[in-house]
């Protein structure tokens, strides 16, 4: 887009010269639905058509009555036909906040006089019902978390309804930070509005570029106002530096304002039994400073708050499962006053579905053939066809009757299957690939050509339906299919199986069909029956006894984990402070009503974390600080509890400050802190609990039960923790350097995605171009990066360096440092390079061996010694690293694609 001109306002404050960009709209993106020509409107706002953005859909155009004058106004109208309608739009800032602006306008435009009514989602969450029949036009606007660079947004007719239609879409950055004061969990959290109300102001609605940011300020006329009060020129005198939100000046000069002794209220009505975000905006223009108390729905949620002459502030509630809204003001002394207020549904953003999950359903679909249409995420707003979902898993999948003429090795990834049909797919050979599917219950093959009955069978523990008929499997049955304890449906009808049946499968609650072979039967002496009829046990009604296999596998995750987290927490640096504080700050659960102070971070009190752990019950690590203990929140999120002992360094503020930031900075390859608490001399922090272990335990762990690692999924772990630094290094605000990466601090969640964990406190860069900062060395040995131990200097790069040792690791399956083998293999960095550097790939991990593509694993290689680089300057950035790794990554899918 074009940047329009630029137009600096300066404003003199108390202390100093700020300058703030008041008119670049930079980042805006203003879409005309169905619109052919690009113009400029009365805000000085460039809109432009939206073609580029979207396939689908007719333009149309509707006559529009604006006031007293009538316009010809383009719209997008999406008839009933295949394939989603969506458009697709481009985020230029990922680590950032965005307004989504959605007008909606039938005004009969087809004649027909039948306003529409359809779903509209964005991103994964579905969003909203339009009813043009109840209002006609319809905006709705939401406050968006951004995760992707590009953000779906979708219609879905729906019965009777009509056909979808829209008129303009507006995106508009919003600053970094704001909007998540008191809300937890705020990036799974997407913000409809309700309100927006410029209070105190009568005189029509404000928005760009009075509002930098072109959010719309609804003047307060609808809602009886008792006196209104617009303050003098206050531009010279506050400091809204502690206001994330930067509402506009222009705004926050007039405030609805009551006489002394008198209650100030809003009756707001909302949409119905929700939770809703409440933010009160509050400026001291007058001479006195008024105190009050804020009740909202009867209930005192902040009492005596006081505001400054000369101060601007906000606060911040979270209401659970309200249906009606009503904010009052009580006086104390002086007026009660409030500048503006705004109001917000909060709308939960489906959880995302495992990107290893979403790389196998690609490579999937690729050898199918076939477009299926799958898109974004396999689960949410709607799941894909062919799929089904439980929450953010993806428990079925239904191919029957599609050429894939092989397993390919990617189902294996599916880890939460229950059904696999892939009946009549022209499946050759051995039945492979497919022992990892440990929730497997159905399992449909039938109508192939498999002769194989392969070796993985026995190991799906949960299996209850196993279909094999109309196959060509060859010799006896395998006695190791008895082990199937749940099985109670075994179809083997019309293959080439001879001999006995295994007495193993001979018992009450299995039925087991095995006509239509040569000779198959639990009676050995009936062999002679080539006509293949032979009797079948009984069937008998399943009483279901799951519990076994599941315990089997909970005890596994629960022993990978625990070591796992024995093993990150051994180098952790956790900076704790002691000073003695109330638990004023935390919740009263009763209330439903939240008031956070520190941001993201959850402030527990030492009460909620010894109920979490059920009073330190289960320890599964022990760092050189303390303990580390597993939790589970109230809401059933299980948490890792780091507890420490000793009380040094830091002092209170800095830690609160620090722990603060930390728990701002969430990333999904970022193992994310959930808040910490402060009280009785207890330091403790509180992070995400991940069930996978650390690369370093599945890597190198003497637990058996570790996974083999393949290359495509050691690519992915790689790709993670790249992104995961990349956004420490250059997403983050103030950047911030690990300074200990290193396998063992990157772990795995349950579905095999990595996170980078342990990055944190007192290590970020002070200041936005500091190319450097100085500090003792610290770090791991093997890890260290050589110019670091010699200058003390600390930049991005000596992360680059540590995370070079990691990526040799993942290429050579060996330990940084061993003191086995020849001297001059002690070293991984010393030993590899030369290898990797000539291409030479005899040193890579045995296990992988034969099953990568030379040329993704030249790529990773190459990347990998680059970084391990000894002069920093010829480093990589991570950036490259990732770019580079993702390249290597996307060559292996493809190889794993095309010899499928
Ligand atoms: C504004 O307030 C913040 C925090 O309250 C303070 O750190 C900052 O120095 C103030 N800025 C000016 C210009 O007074
Ligand atoms: C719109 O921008 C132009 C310069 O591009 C400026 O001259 C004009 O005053 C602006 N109009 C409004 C209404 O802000
Ligand atoms: C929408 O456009 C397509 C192709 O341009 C056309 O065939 C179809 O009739 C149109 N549908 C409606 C309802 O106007
Ligand atoms: C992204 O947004 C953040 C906060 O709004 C800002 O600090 C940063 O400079 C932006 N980055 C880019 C590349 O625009
Ligand atoms: C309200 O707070 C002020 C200090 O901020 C205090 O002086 C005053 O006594 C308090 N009033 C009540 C009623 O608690
Ligand atoms: C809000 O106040 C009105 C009248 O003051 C009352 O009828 C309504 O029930 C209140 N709503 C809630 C949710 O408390
Ligand atoms: C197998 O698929 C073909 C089409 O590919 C179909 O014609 C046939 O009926 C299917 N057979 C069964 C048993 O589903
Ligand atoms: C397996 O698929 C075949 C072909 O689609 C179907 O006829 C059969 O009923 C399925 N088996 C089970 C147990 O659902």
Redesign the pocket.
């Known amino acids: 887009m074009e940047l329009l001109s630029c137009c600096w306002l300066w404003f003199l404050l108390l202390s100093g010269i700020v300058e703030i960009a008041f008119c670049d709209q ?2 805006f993106l203003s879409l005309s639905c169905g619109g052919t020509v690009s113009y400029v409107d009365s805000s000085n706002i460039s809109w432009i058509p939206d073609s580029a953005y979207t396939n689908a859909g007719n333009m149309s155009s509707v006559v529009y009555l604006d006031g007293s004058s009538a316009s010809q106004i383009p719209v997008r109208f999406f008839p009933d036909s295949l394939g989603t309608k969506c458009y697709r739009l481009p985020i ?6 965005v307004l989504v602006r959605t007008q909606f306008v039938y005004k009969n435009y087809d004649g027909l006089n039948k306003p529409p009514a359809f779903s509209v989602s964005l991103g994964r969450a579905m969003t909203t019902t339009v009813n043009l029949a109840k209002t006609d036009p319809w905006v709705e606007e939401f406050i968006w978390p951004v995760d992707k660079d590009t953000l779906p947004l979708c219609f879905y007719s729906i019965p009777e309804g009509g056909f979808p239609i829209i008129s303009s879409l507006e995106l508009r ?5 704001a909007y998540n004061s008191g809300l937890a969990d705020f990036t799974s959290k997407l913000l409809r509005k309700s309100y927006r109300i410029n209070t105190g102001y009568i005189d029509g609605s404000l928005r760009y570029p009075l509002d930098e940011y072109d959010r719309i300020w609804d003047a307060d006329e609808d809602f009886s106002p008792h006196h209104v009060s617009t303050a003098f020129d206050i531009q010279n005198n506050f400091n809204l530096s502690n206001l994330k939100e930067t509402p506009p000046i222009a705004v926050l000069q007039s405030a609805r304002v009551l006489a002394r002794w008198a209650d100030l209220t809003y009756n707001l009505p909302i949409d119905g039994l929700g939770d809703y975000y409440v933010v009160l905006y509050f400026a001291g223009i007058l001479p006195v400073s008024p105190a009050f108390d804020v009740l909202i729905n009867g209930e005192v949620v902040q009492s005596n708050y006081t505001v400054k002459r000369w101060d601007a502030n906000a606060l911040f509630f979270t209401m659970r499962g309200i249906n009606g809204l009503n904010i009052t003001l009580k006086s104390i002394s002086y007026y009660p006053l409030i500048n503006a207020l705004e109001v917000y549904e909060i709308l939960d953003i489906p959880l995302e579905t495992s990107s290893t999950t979403v790389s196998a359903l690609q490579v999937i679909q690729q050898s199918t053939g076939l477009d299926l249409g799958w898109q974004e995420d396999p689960c949410s707003p709607k799941s894909w066809e062919h799929i089904e979902c439980e929450g953010n898993l993806v428990t079925s999948l239904e191919l029957s009757s599609m050429k894939m003429r092989s397993i390919s090795p990617t189902f294996g990834d599916l880890l939460d299957l229950k059904v696999l049909d892939l009946s009549n797919t022209s499946l050759p050979g051995e039945i492979q690939y497919l022992g990892s599917l440990q929730n497997l219950e159905k399992l449909n093959l039938s109508f192939n050509q498999l002769s194989s009955f392969g070796s993985e069978l026995e190991d799906l523990m949960n299996l209850q339906v196993l279909d094999l008929q109309n196959n060509s499997l060859l010799g006896a049955v395998p006695d190791s299919l008895g082990e199937l304890k749940e099985l109670h449906l075994l179809n083997l009808e019309n293959n080439e199986l001879q001999g006995p049946l295994p007495q193993s499968l001979n018992r009450e609650s299995l039925e087991v069909r095995a006509s239509g072979n040569l000779c198959l039967s639990f009676s050995t002496s009936s062999c002679t029956d080539i006509s293949g009829t032979i009797e079948t046990p009984q069937v008998t009604v399943l009483t279901p006894s799951k519990s076994k296999g599941h315990k089997h596998i909970a005890v596994i995750l629960g022993s990978v984990g625990g070591v796992a987290l024995a093993f990150s927490v051994m180098a952790i640096s956790v900076l704790l402070f002691t000073r003695r504080k109330k638990p004023e700050s935390t919740s009263k659960p009763n209330a439903g009503v939240d008031i956070r102070n520190w941001n993201a971070a959850r402030v527990f009190s030492y009460k909620e974390i010894k109920a979490a752990t059920n009073n330190f019950k289960e320890v599964i690590g022990r760092g050189s600080f303390g303990m580390v203990y597993l939790g589970k929140l109230p809401d059933g999120k299980l948490v890792a509890v780091k507890v420490r002992f000793d009380r040094t360094q830091l002092g209170a503020e800095s830690f609160i400050n620090e722990v603060s930031l930390l728990s701002q900075i969430r990333h999904q390859s970022l193992v994310t802190l959930e808040g910490f608490c402060h009280e009785s001399k207890q330091q403790i922090l509180v992070y995400e609990y991940l069930p996978g272990g650390s690369l370093s335990d599945n890597l190198h762990g003497v637990n058996s039960k570790r996974i083999t690692l393949s290359w495509v999924r050691r690519l992915k772990i790689a790709v993670d923790a790249a992104k995961g630094l990349d956004y420490l290094h250059n997403g983050s ?1 103030p950047r911030i350097i690990h300074r200990d990466v290193k396998s063992s601090n990157i772990l795995l969640d349950s579905e095999m995605n990595a996170k980078v964990s342990d990055f944190g406190l007192s290590k970020q860069m002070t200041q936005g171009d500091a190319t450097h900062v100085t500090t003792a060395v610290k770090g791991t040995a093997g890890y260290l990066d050589p110019e670091y131990y010699s200058s003390r200097q600390l930049t991005e790069k000596s992360d680059v360096y540590s995370f070079g040792v990691v990526l040799l690791e993942l290429i050579c399956g060996r330990e940084p440092l061993t003191h086995s083998g020849s001297p001059d293999s002690y070293n991984l960095v010393l030993w590899a390079k030369p290898y990797l550097q000539a291409g030479a790939f005899e040193i890579v991990d045995e296990s992988i061996k034969g099953t990568f593509d030379a040329e993704s694993m030249r790529r990773a290689a190459l990347i990998a010694s680059r970084s391990v680089e000894r002069d920093a300057l010829r480093r990589p950035s991570i950036a490259e690293v990732l770019a580079e790794l993702k390249e290597a990554y996307g060559i292996q899918l493809s190889h794993l694609a095309a010899i499928v």
Not at 92 to 97: E, G, I, Q, T
Not at 173 to 177: A, E, I, T, V
């Open positions: 930079d980042g230029k800032n990922v680590s950032s906040l950055p919003l600053p970094q930070g605000d």
